[in-house]
């Protein structure tokens, strides 16, 4: 019975220094990995061009040219489809939260017939979708095709959304819905003078969950909006990275004549993108942060 | 609380009034500015709706196509055919994801299409569904007989790559052709070029055997042709594709599998005399330090920055490049050798790039509402005066005559001819939306370049034997059973090849188990897949 109580001679004290300073090292070597990657870009793009091309920058700026970043805030194509994101950015965020937050509610009240079937029925497009051509048919159909509309309707309601903010409205208090109605409140005056108040957290996350999703989307620009005009900063990217990647080899000699000229130009002009386009998302993170630790466990529990 | 309200307001408003813009503006903007926009002025004429690419330069733009005197020529031609074109023009990067889905999906398609991005393969299945039209029957019914005339008479071979396997031409195509002296086709060289400058500073005689050619590359690392006290003037090679000119000296073919037009046979330089003696000359190469390895098959920009750095000694490309030179930092000249001798008993092979260029497709769709106004588009593409607006622009303007040829008139840079709107079509409207027909000659091209690439040009083009840079140029397309049975070989072997023959370059594998690596190379397919390409050659032949 003793032998069950003696203490582990090799066992590690809470508080030890060594496992202070291995859990130090794993998490900075974490850090690491996780930020080269981004200060790789910053230090590429401001490198000489030269040290670019041969891909002899690992570890610090070679050269200090900011030239590419003249070319970029020269170009207006590339503040055009900047403006273009933000459009898509703000009316996407504004969509996705008013209709997770009217989804939800009505999900959370009691006496809703049908209920859970609703809730298993929006499960379905969640894990299936409808796949790119029959999508392509119905924005085309719905005469959204090389409009901003192919961007912001398919994208505005977000069954995960509905979802997070479900479970989040079921963790208020039945009493606090139910004083209200002994008030005299209507539905909507609970949701917009009662809940919504004290969901901010819930809100906050969604709005930064869309905001970084839109901000980094490219594909349905790729595939909805063939005029240019119309595209968003990620699609400017990609333009300028698929316009670098091209095979000499597989041209002629009448066409490698203008790609060569094309593909320097851009090597280098590709970093200096991704760090324009990167930083203010980055910057949005700080603002939500004291929502966010809270709203993102939310997803954790499903009742 | 107020504070949380008052921002929630702020922000919708905001957002409501940005997206009634952006509301107001996707109304107008691709309808407008992008979507279709008429050729210009109240013309009455079919019309016709035209999907492509925005190719072409970025300076000389499309949209200010009005402009240009040489748009006035063009835009005669498609008003006297009674022609109204509408242009869709999406960014080249994007084009290809755009025109597949549009042509999967069958649905919103315009009246003719550039549909270069999809391979021959897609083209016909999407062909087989309907969506696009056979081009034969309505060429018989409305073409003026301009369409018949080029397609016969001065690019027979044209319908012979473009031709399906039942019989059918469902695309136009780019039609380019070189000729030198009026009528001699004039075929371009790839080739090795060496570095001219080093040669004459450190005296070396041009190379004229492959072991010379060895040498002197040697002698540059030996005595530091570029003069930075490092022995790093190298030689960018790929051994293993047998595409960069070297493999021709032995004699080998210029791929996997490569035709020999003159002969009108499909061979496999793993079964040619000269392929031992090729590895060994490239393990020579390689020991010796001459070949860059860490550039096999490296990104061309890691060449390019090579180039730049004044290090690159040696490499295959056009004889008559002149993008290189400029790129030397503290400059520098190539020279394109011809053929060196390299084995006794096996004359030197030369590679060269087709006279004729057969490329894209333009096709009409089940959409099209008057077919035979897309008929008509075509005869007025295929007209030589298109080809030579295209081309050559006006005469007087942007081309001459000297000694009975056609040359260019110099008008600058792209900045001087946007200013003095002096330009041929190709600048503004080429590839894209609109076909390229081109009559090129060599005598125009020869102007711009040093004496010593045009003496090459002109003794290559003569050269004989030769394998070309576009094996795929010389085959019929190929029938379903054949196209899947290629698939399915071609997926290890040129794997396996390309890997076997860079290992047998850099001395990895030894040439003593030969007898082993033929047996794999057969048990890939090797022996069949050349039996379906000489079958596709011969039926390339037999097209009338």
């Known amino acids: ?303 | 609380m107020v504070k949380w309200k008052n921002s929630i307001t702020c922000t919708v408003v905001l957002t409501l009034a940005i997206a009634a813009v952006s509301g107001c503006s996707n109304g107008d903007t691709p309808k407008n500015s992008e979507e279709p926009t008429a050729t210009g002025g109240s013309k009455e004429g079919s019309k016709l709706r035209l999907l492509g690419p925005t190719k072409g330069n970025k300076i000389i733009k499309f949209e200010d196509r009005e402009q240009y005197p040489v748009w006035k020529e063009l835009d005669k031609l498609f008003d006297t055919a009674g022609l109204e074109l509408e242009y869709e023009r999406v960014p080249t990067e994007q084009y290809d994801v755009v025109i597949k889905t549009r042509m999967a999906s069958g649905s919103s398609l315009p009246d003719i299409v550039n549909l270069s991005a999809l391979d021959d393969t897609t083209v016909l299945n999407l062909a087989k569904q309907g969506v696009l039209l056979d081009l034969k029957p309505l060429i018989e019914k409305y073409s003026n007989g301009n369409i018949k005339k080029m397609y016969d008479q001065d690019f027979p071979f044209a319908e012979k790559t473009t031709t399906s396997p039942d019989g059918k031409l469902y695309w136009f195509s780019d039609l380019h052709k070189k000729t030198y002296q009026q009528n001699k086709p004039a075929p371009v060289g790839l080739t090795m070029l060496i570095r001219k400058d080093w040669l004459e500073k450190l005296k070396i005689p041009v190379p004229a055997t492959a072991d010379e050619y060895r040498k002197a590359l040697k002698a540059f690392q030996d005595q530091d042709a570029n003069g930075n006290g490092q022995k790093d003037e190298v030689l960018v090679y790929n051994p293993g594709n047998f595409a960069g000119s070297i493999a021709q000296w032995f004699g080998l073919g210029s791929g996997v599998t490569a035709v020999d037009v003159e002969n009108k046979k499909v061979v496999s330089p793993w079964y040619q005399d000269g392929i031992k003696d090729y590895f060994r000359y490239m393990q020579q190469l390689v020991k010796e330090g001459i070949i860059d390895t860490s550039l096999i098959s490296g990104r061309n920009e890691l060449v390019q920055q090579k180039i730049a750095d004044n290090k690159v000694a040696s490499l295959s490309d056009y004889n008559l490049e002149m993008w290189l030179e400029p790129t030397i930092i503290g400059g520098g000249e190539y020279l394109p050798l011809m053929p060196l001798k390299a084995v006794d008993g096996i004359t030197p092979a030369a590679q060269l790039e087709d006279p004729y260029l057969v490329w894209s497709k333009y096709g009409i769709t089940k959409d099209a509402k008057d077919v035979e106004a897309a008929i008509k588009f075509f005869d007025v593409i295929y007209s030589e005066k298109y080809a030579d607006l295209l081309y050559w622009g006006i005469e007087g303007q942007t081309y001459t005559f000297d000694g009975g040829a056609k040359v260019f008139i110099d008008n600058g840079t792209d900045e001087d001819k946007e200013k003095s709107k002096l330009v041929s079509g190709g600048a503004i409207y080429g590839d894209g939306i609109f076909p390229r027909v081109q009559f090129a000659n060599l005598e125009s091209e020869l102007t711009n370049v040093p004496k010593h690439k045009a003496d090459h040009q002109l003794a290559i083009m003569e050269y004989k034997p030769y394998y070309v840079n576009m094996n795929h140029k010389y085959l019929a397309i190929p029938n379903d059973e054949q196209l899947e049975a290629k698939t399915k070989i071609m997926n290890n072997l040129s794997t396996y090849s390309l890997e076997l023959a860079t290992k047998l370059a850099l001395g990895q594998k030894s040439l003593d188990d030969w007898d082993q690596y033929i047996a794999e190379l057969k048990k890939l397919g090797l022996d069949q897949l050349i039996e379906i390409e000489q079958q596709l050659h011969d039926r390339y032949n037999q097209i009338q």
Not at chain 1, 284 to 296: E, N, V
């Open chain 1, 1 to 303: 019975m003793t032998a069950m109580f003696r203490r582990n001679p090799n066992k590690i004290k809470s508080g030890s220094v060594a496992v202070d300073v291995l859990l130090y090292v794993i998490a900075l070597f974490i850090c690491l990995i996780t930020l080269y990657p981004f200060y790789y870009v910053v230090i590429m793009s401001v490198s000489s061009p030269l040290e670019v091309a041969a891909m002899n920058v690992y570890w610090f700026p070679k050269g200090f040219i900011l030239d590419s970043y003249e070319l970029i805030i020269r170009d207006s194509r590339m503040w055009w489809a900047y403006s273009n994101t933000i459009i898509y950015v703000a009316a996407g965020t504004l969509l996705n939260c008013i209709t997770a937050v009217l989804g939800a509610y009505p999900l959370t009240v009691r006496t809703l017939k049908g209920r859970k079937w609703i809730i298993a029925f929006l499960l379905i497009p969640m894990y299936f979708g409808g796949g790119l051509i029959p999508s392509f048919l119905l924005v085309n159909k719905l005469g959204l095709y090389n409009t901003m509309f192919a961007i912001i309707i398919p994208g505005m309601v977000g069954i995960w959304n509905i979802i997070l903010v479900r479970t989040y409205f079921t963790t208020i208090p039945e009493a606090l819905k139910e004083s209200a109605f002994i008030d005299g409140a209507s539905h909507l005056q609970l949701l917009f003078k009662i809940i919504l108040p004290i969901s901010k957290p819930i809100i906050a996350v969604i709005a930064i969950y869309t905001i970084v999703g839109i901000w980094n989307s490219w594909f349905e620009a790729l595939v909805y909006l063939p005029n240019e005009k119309l595209h968003p900063l990620q699609m400017y990217l990609y333009r300028v990275v698929v316009q670098q990647t091209v095979d000499l080899k597989l041209l002629s000699l009448e066409e490698t004549r203008n790609a060569v000229a094309t593909m320097l130009s851009n090597i280098q002009l590709k970093y200096s993108i991704i760090v324009f386009t990167t930083l203010p998302v980055i910057f949005t993170y700080p603002f939500f942060q004291k929502y966010f630790m809270k709203g993102a466990l939310l997803g954790s529990l499903k009742e």
